[in-house]
Nanobody, 123 residues
């Protein structure tokens, strides 16, 4: 599986962005997927994840109610809609896939990573 993330950029506080992740490979629809982020000087952290079935999602407390993760298995795409962005959301965002966890899992242990896309929230 190869992952290609896009959609990052500069946005003002309170604004919105949608990140997209295009996946290659016929087995994409079987894998839980998610988004991680890494801010300067900090460890990479999970932001949101979605089961392969798309029936379950997980969100970090810091983004609950503001971010929404979704996927379109027919297009091999995963999305992260980010609303009400805050300066502390500034980070490089990575999409990730987990080929070993179950179809209904949202507890990601990624073994595939996309390249990062930078999100900067600043006025």
């Amino acid at each position: 599986v190869q992952l290609q993330a896009s959609g990052g950029g500069l946005v003002q506080p309170g604004g919105s962005l949608r990140l997209s992740c295009a996946a290659s490979g016929r087995t994409f629809s079987r894998y839980p997927m998610g988004w991680f982020r890494q801010a300067p000087g900090q460890e990479r952290e999970v932001v949101a994840s979605i089961s392969a079935s798309a029936g379950s999602a997980y969100y970090a407390d810091s983004v609950k109610g503001r971010f929404t993760v979704s996927r379109d298995n027919s297009k091999n795409m995963v999305y992260l809609q980010m609303n009400s962005l805050k300066p502390e959301d500034t980070a490089v965002y990575y999409c990730a896939a987990d080929s070993s966890s179950g179809y209904y899992s949202t507890n990601l242990k990624p073994d595939y990573w996309g390249q990062g896309t930078l999100v900067t929230v600043s006025s």
